[in-house]
């Protein structure tokens, strides 16, 4: 899946929730379901009846104690805060210019401070909870039941404690994960969706295998109303059968009278009835206006991660393969899509047919999944021996070839590199009108965003460079994720770390001329800023919960994944070395499920040179963070050390983490050609290498593809200022961006003073290319904005003239006409975005110039679409051009450009436009509710509607939480938007008295936590640095 939205910059991820994963909380090891044998894999043996089940209270216990330290007086505050929040809106200000007119009061900061009772009160109920929490771990767990004790077995000191299904019964298991003792070879599903009605029913044959002898099946299905169940037990009669259902963990189970022995088979047959979901997973209904005005209604689905079980009863976990035959009815103006090819369709009666789809030639897994009913067009062409075809509603046929022509030439790309077909015999590439996610990469039918799929013919390369990087990463999702599997959701990176990998590096291939790189830098970037808090993860880490699985689709999965594969490849000697690891890999490991051990395994197996990869790679995948690498040279003598690269905001939990580093270097004697670069490899806590003492400067981490940052020391740091000084061209675009990006983040971890960043950047005044700028501006336009929500206007003004100063003359020079290259395309977009946000003059004027033409051409002319972000934020300053703008956005077809116009909508500085914009959002009927996150960030970004959309998401967490899973990338997004921008200890009080009060609505998500601990950072930051400003700037 691609659940990052392309638009939206920063991206967000988070920390683990102690509590959940207290002693409490037990799970039998991962099983691989596949590898053991392929056609009838076994497990370890597992009884049910030896697992020890946590008792609930216990558990309920241990997390009202982790959330007591919100007591009644800071509850109180809590509200007074927001009061004192919500007042402000209606308090016009002196301090603030007449564009932004709202200013905020301070609230007490004594308010939350616990009382003495307060403290007492704590302690007590702290004493009291945790003797009771002891006292019922160790009491019998079937305490909290109703059946009574059952005797004890000595081997297992905690009795099992089994939930109440819904009707009263026992429920015969107590786990999150499902027990291996059936496992399914097939399922035989068929769908009947009403779209008038906005309901389905269905029947689910399943055909399983018995592993171990057992008298239970438990799977999955969330929301479904069955209506009727039979079993058939091998030869044996057809019989009805009881369905036990467990909500809370959305399982089923049957129970039966006589055990089934390892080796038998048997069918369960369901029939149920299920509204189609009302948010953007399971089988859910779309609607969209076609040319005419009419209203056309669809259906679509979304299974990843956990959502197959809200269409049909499975046993939905990544490592239960199997194969699916699937049929669906509909009305005759309807086409369905599927998986796989339609076989035949046959006439039901009242005007319906049947579509039955070709049982699938691959196992695989049920988030995979996927089918559609609506009314769409096809755009197909042959490709090797597979027909690809882009599907969109039919007003928008018209911008499907760019998609078509691109998946075709990657399709190609893909079968010659990992020299393994793609197995279909069709690839569907679909734009679904409501779509949460960026894309989704389901076995022969991957689903899309309208915006990543369709582009019109005249579009800008940046628009197409967007498609293609999606296209690109779910084509590679047909063979990492969908051939090859990961076991559980803890190594989803195996999936998306690969996949964001093979986008990059296959677009670097196939399209040189999108000119990827430059991204693909800034990514890992922003993955090095995210993994240095205290609240990231490994790359494979533990998942428990339905939450901290939609948490792993974060950017540690994705693009710390990604980042690490680069520097392997980077490292392994040879061309091919890597891409030879990983076609072993592929083919070793077909049809099957992995871990992370398996693919470093591979990877090993390959290597000529004695390379242990597992060695080097399990430190990058296993602990989380990286490591920062500080140079000092004594003579001929140069000293790495490294320690891990960790922004605390109490300067106290460093770690003793170590790395295995391939470390690259260049030096003055040669520093540009790829055969310049040497390595080093830094697996201890320090090394030395020699170097003539005639070196001047060495610069580390060559191209910036390994994942950690250089401190040079002073000394290191002035030789190559003094060098680019005199000639930016010592090193390449990716070596000066990553020095900016590495000077930075020191400041922010403490270890340089902001003059040195200030040093650093002195030479950009002869910078011309686009990484090393847009890297400077984005860290100079976050600090701009931390100082404007801060309301230190003496420094926004001269942050504001600094970098007005800074890049005045490049900001001059650019033009506003079309423009061929994507990187100056990119190089122009962030200089001007940044000069008119900046108010100035000759940008404001140049845009409204534009938009004028625009508007008055009556859709003959163009803005160039690198340029159109910046335009429509430049017109919706204004009373009449915004009204323009909502009207052109409303009336638009064209997806790309109505994102554009959406985030200039967005940006307004009016209160009132503000909210209403916000409120349409969650509504969603001129705002499309999947657009939400890119409208909070939008308007966060702008000082007076980051306090507006605090308020809302507070106010609204509930409907929002209806809309976005808990976790998902969606709600990571809104929370990193809403409260990034803090830097004060109200506002950090303000979060965590709403983040408390959530509890189980989410107060224990990563991304919670690294809210709060980026608000420290923020403030620590400013703390420090507010002196150097003033005298600096
Ligand atoms: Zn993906």
Excluded at 293 to 310: C, D, H
Excluded at 436 to 458: D, H, K, P, S, Y
Aim: proline share 4%; charged share 20%.
């Amino acid at each position: 899946m691609d659940p990052f939205d392309s638009n939206v910059a920063d991206r967000a991820n988070l920390p683990r929730n102690m509590i959940e994963n207290s002693m409490f909380e037990e799970e039998p090891d991962v099983v691989d379901l596949a590898k053991d044998s392929a056609a009838f894999p076994t497990f370890p043996a597992l009884d049910p009846d030896e697992v020890v089940y946590e008792p609930r209270s216990s558990r309920l216990l241990v997390r009202g104690l982790g959330e007591n330290d919100m007591d009644e007086e800071d509850e109180d505050c809590e509200s007074s805060a927001r009061l004192l929040g919500m007042s402000f809106m209606n308090r016009s200000s002196a301090h603030r210019s007449s564009s932004s007119p709202y200013t905020r009061q301070a609230a007490p900061r004594s308010c939350s401070r616990p009382s003495a009772r307060t403290t007492v009160v704590c302690v007590l109920f702290l004493v009291i909870g945790a003797s009771m929490t002891m006292l019922l771990y160790f009491l019998p767990g079937c305490t909290f039941t109703k059946a009574g004790c059952k005797k004890t077995n000595k081997t297992t000191p905690f009795e099992p404690v089994y939930p109440l299904s819904t009707n009263g019964k026992l429920f015969p298991w107590a786990q999150y994960r499902l027990p291996r003792s059936v496992r399914p070879l097939s399922y035989d599903l068929t769908f009947n969706p009403d779209l008038d009605h906005m309901t389905f029913t269905g029947r689910t044959v399943i055909t399983m295998s018995v592993l171990h002898n057992t008298k239970i099946i438990v799977l999955h299905s969330a929301n479904l109303n069955i209506t009727k169940a039979t079993f058939k037990l091998g030869d044996k009669e057809t019989r009805d059968v009881t369905v036990l259902e467990y909500q809370p963990k959305q399982q089923i189970a049957v129970q039966l009278s006589e055990e089934m022995l390892a080796g038998q088979y048997c069918v369960l047959t369901l029939d149920y009835s299920a509204s189609f979901s009302h948010t953007y997973d399971g089988f859910y209904n779309s609607s969209y206006i076609d040319k005419d005005g009419n209203k056309r209604v669809l259906a679509a689905t979304q299974f990843e991660p956990l959502s197959a079980r809200k269409a049909f009863p499975c046993f939905d976990e990544p490592a239960f393969k199997a194969t699916f035959l699937i049929k669906i009815s509909r009305k005759q103006n309807y086409m369905t899509l599927s998986n796989m090819p339609q076989a035949k369709s046959t006439p039901l009666s009242e005007g319906l047919v049947l579509d039955e789809f070709e049982k699938t030639s691959v196992n695989m897994s049920t988030y995979l999944v996927a089918f559609i009913v609506a009314d769409f067009n096809p755009n197909s062409k042959n490709v090797s021996k597979t027909l690809v075809s882009v599907y969109s509603v039919p007003d928008k046929k018209a911008h499907t070839d760019y998609a078509l022509d691109t998946a075709s030439k990657l399709l190609e790309f893909y079968n010659d590199y990992f020299e393994i077909n793609y197995p279909l015999k069709k690839l569907d590439l679909v734009a679904i009108p409501d779509f949460l996610a960026g894309a989704m990469e389901n076995w022969g039918l991957i689903t899309f965003r309208e915006t990543t799929l369709l582009v019109g013919n005249q579009s800008s390369p940046l628009e197409k460079q967007v498609v293609a990087s999606v296209i690109a990463h779910e084509l590679a999702h047909q063979w990492f994720g969908n051939l090859v599997t990961m076991s559980w959701w803890n190594d989803l990176w195996l999936n998306e770390g690969f996949a964001t990998y093979m986008q990059y590096m296959s677009l670097q291939h196939v399209f040189p001329k999108l000119d990827i790189g430059n991204l693909f830098l800034a990514v890992r970037f922003r993955a090095l800023d995210k993994d240095a808090l205290n609240s990231s993860h490994a790359v494979s880490t533990e998942v428990n919960n339905p939450e901290q699985v939609e948490e792993m689709f974060d950017s540690v999965s994705y693009e710390k994944g990604a980042s690490i594969l680069m520097m392997l490849e980077a490292w392994l000697p040879g061309e091919q070395q890597f891409r030879k690891g990983i076609i072993q890999y592929l083919k070793q490991f077909s049809g099957l499920n992995t871990d992370t051990d398996d693919l470093w395994n591979s990877l090993t197996q390959v290597s000529v040179s004695h390379h242990n990869v597992s060695e080097m790679m399990r430190s990058w995948t296993s602990q989380k963070g990286f490591p920062l690498v500080t140079v000092s040279r004594k003579g001929d003598q140069v000293t790495l050390t490294q320690e891990h690269f960790l922004l605390t905001s109490d300067n106290a939990t460093y770690t003793s983490s170590l790395w295995n580093i391939p470390v690259t270097y260049v030096t003055d004697n040669c520093s540009l050609a790829s055969e310049c670069r040497q390595m080093f490899n830094l697996k201890t806590k320090s090394g030395t290498l020699k170097l003539p003492e005639s070196v001047k400067w060495l610069k580390l981490n060559c191209n910036n593809t390994g994942f950690y940052i250089v401190h040079y020391g002073k000394e290191g740091w002035a030789a190559l200022q003094d060098a680019l000084s005199s000639n930016v061209h010592v090193l390449t675009q990716e070596d000066r961006a990553s020095l900016i990006h590495n000077i930075f983040a020191l400041s922010r971890l403490g270890h340089v003073s902001f003059y040195d960043v200030l040093n650093m950047l002195k030479y950009m005044s002869n910078e011309t290319e686009s990484s090393p700028v847009t890297e400077a501006l984005s860290q100079l336009n976050a600090i701009y904005r931390l100082l404007d929500k801060r309301q230190e206007d003496s420094l926004v003004a001269r942050m504001k003239h600094y970098i007005l100063d800074l890049f005045g003359s490049l900001m001059d020079n650019q033009t506003w006409v079309e423009e061929e290259s994507v990187s100056k395309q990119e190089l122009r977009s962030a200089l001007l975005g940044s000069a008119c946000s900046l108010n100035q003059e000759s940008c404001i004027q140049k845009a409204k110039a534009l938009f004028k033409h625009y508007d008055e051409s009556n859709g003959t002319s163009r803005i160039p679409g690198d340029l159109q972000q910046v335009v429509f934020s430049v017109a919706a300053q204004s009373n009449d051009d915004w009204e323009t703008l909502l009207h052109m956005y409303q009336i638009n077809t064209y997806d790309a450009e109505k994102r554009k116009m959406l985030r200039g909508l967005a940006s307004t500085q009016d209160a009132r436009r503000i909210v209403w914009i916000l409120k349409a959002g969650l509504r969603g009927d001129i705002i499309q509710t999947q657009e939400l996150p890119l409208v909070i960030s939008t308007v966060c970004n702008g000082f007076t509607g980051y306090l507006f959309a605090w308020n809302f998401i507070q106010e609204n967490w509930d409907r929002l939480i209806e809309k976005f899973p808990l976790g998902s990338y969606a709600i990571q997004t809104i929370i990193n938007a809403a409260t990034s921008q803090f830097s004060t200890q109200v506002h950090l009080e303000q979060a965590q008295g709403f983040f408390s009060s959530l509890k189980e609505r989410g107060s224990q998500m990563r991304s919670v936590q690294e809210a709060l601990e980026t608000i420290r950072l923020n403030q620590r930051w400013m703390e420090k640095n507010l002196p150097a400003l003033h005298r600096g700037l």
